[in-house]
């Protein structure tokens, strides 16, 4: 059982417990973030942003750093490959309400890596020393950093950059146990974690496919890390952060969430990205979100499960979004959406 004096701590924030919900671009917006914290994340982290200033005039940027009515602490993640462009996009977020920088070095994505941004930064320590002491340098702010465990098998330089990030001042280091070019394929390990634990005194965060209550407990023993970082298993089941922080306190599993409790969320959830991203968008973006719901509702099989997409998808106004997901969070959803005597119509 965790003690609250063993919760790790970044700069003034106190962590409330060892849940962390990770980066993820397209999925951790500003109205998932605010979900995820409700139902009991400790700590949240944004979608990355990129440190090119010139890029920033796109809807999407504009929209990754608005952060109107968001609570604190607010934890920008920036992703950029020259220590001057990170250094002077730290200090623009803090203009724009970041109370935290982020650094992205464990993006595998080719759009980040292709301006050697994200983990590509992990081949060159020299460029990471530099990018770490620039942006430090520039904020008043805590900085942290996420990282894999290396470029390859063959380059597993993670505890090299786990101290050089201690010695540059990071005030926490997120290590996600697979190198660059395993991107999302096998299993993560977790010794290269405990490792970089046993020997830095900052607060690491575990990460890596973590998606029970179990796996979260094992992987805590294992690298005896600070906290513990969800991403994958979050989508479509914000209720993770409760289970895995209930589980970690007490010993015991909570309940899965109650239908009614799956309505009020999503329903929630629905309207915060309608408010968000306006009645055009909102409802376009709401459509994965409420797609990755239902891939974990437990009362369908596939063949309805698609079905019920092909529903969703269909569906182009707010009120008709709020109206379905009334029917298909219903004990009778099987009769009210389905036609009868097939599964999928
Ligand atoms: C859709 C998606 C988007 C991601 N975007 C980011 C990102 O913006 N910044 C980042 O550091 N990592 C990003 N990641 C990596 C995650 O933060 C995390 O390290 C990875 O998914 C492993 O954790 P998990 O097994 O719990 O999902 C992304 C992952 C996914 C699946």
């Not at 081949?123 to 990471?128: G, S």
């Not at 770490?132 to 470029?151: N, S």
């Not at 015991?252 to 309207?271: I, N, T, W």
Request: positive net charge; glycine residues 8%.
């Amino acid at each position: 059982m965790p003690q609250t004096s063993s919760l790790p701590t970044i700069g003034d924030y106190k962590l409330p417990n060892q849940v962390i919900l990770a980066p993820m671009a397209g999925v951790t917006d500003q109205p998932f973030r605010q979900l995820c914290r409700r139902l009991g994340a400790g700590w949240v982290v944004g979608e990355m942003v990129t440190a090119d200033p010139n890029l920033w005039h796109t809807r999407k940027s504009r929209q990754r750093m608005n952060h109107a009515g968001e609570p604190s602490p607010r934890v920008v993640q920036i992703a950029g490959g020259d220590a001057a462009m990170l250094a002077q996009a730290a200090r623009l977020n803090v203009d724009l309400g970041a109370q935290v920088i982020d650094i992205n070095m464990g993006c595998p994505a080719k759009k980040v890596c292709n301006k050697a941004a994200g983990s590509a930064l992990l081949r060159d320590e020299r460029l990471v020393a530099q990018i770490l002491d620039a942006v430090v340098a520039a904020v008043d702010i805590p900085v942290t950093l996420k990282i894999r465990t290396g470029w390859c098998a063959e380059s597993n330089n993670a505890m090299t950059i786990a101290r050089l990030a201690e010695s540059a001042g990071i005030q926490a280091l997120a290590v996600h146990g697979r190198h660059r070019q395993q991107r999302y394929n096998g299993q993560a390990e977790y010794d290269t974690i405990a490792e970089i634990k046993s020997r830095l005194s900052i607060p690491v965060f575990a990460n890596g496919d973590i998606d029970s209550p179990h796996k979260a407990c094992e992987v805590l023993r294992h690298t005896q890390a600070d906290a513990l970082m969800i991403g994958r298993a979050a989508q479509g089941n914000p209720w993770i952060f409760q289970q895995i922080s209930h589980y970690l306190e007490h010993g015991s599993e909570l309940p899965p969430p109650r239908l009614s409790e799956r309505c009020h969320v999503l329903g929630e959830h629905l309207g915060s990205l309608h408010a968000f991203y306006g009645a055009t968008m909102g409802p376009r973006i709401a459509r994965k979100h409420i797609g990755w719901y239902l891939d974990t509702d437990k009362r369908f099989d596939a063949d309805q499960i698609r079905e019920l997409k092909r529903q969703f998808n269909a569906l182009t106004s707010p009120s008709a979004q709020r109206v379905w997901i009334h029917k298909a969070m219903a004990d009778d959803a099987d009769e009210r959406l389905f036609a009868k005597g097939s599964h999928a119509a």
